[in-house]
């Protein structure tokens, strides 16, 4: 769990890089899930363009994409969301 600090710094991190997983309007399926483990291992900051979707379905969805990588949610805009999970936890 990332405290206030920490989750500030990460976000200047964040604020340069471009969206590296895209999840379309199908939503999450296996191949997102490991396509989202292979970004996570390799770059442990990532961020992750989401569906136009309501945002309560958003939400479900950020909730489900954490849970199943033990990423920690760092901060979100919009329809992008960034995710932290740092190499010694893989």
Not at 9 to 16: D, Q, S
Not at 37 to 60: C, F, G, N, S, Y
């Amino acid at each position: 769990m990332l405290d206030a600090k920490q989750r500030h710094a990460l976000k200047g991190r964040a604020h340069l890089l471009k969206p590296v997983l895209i999840i379309g309007n199908q939503g999450i399926s296996p191949g997102v899930l490991g396509e989202l483990e292979v970004a996570l291992t390799a770059h442990e900051l990532i961020k992750v363009r989401l569906p136009a979707l309501e945002a309560a379905d958003r939400a479900a969805m950020i909730e489900a994409l954490t849970t199943a990588s033990g990423a920690d949610l760092v901060g979100r805009i919009g329809r992008i969301v960034m995710l932290y999970r740092p190499q010694s936890a893989a």
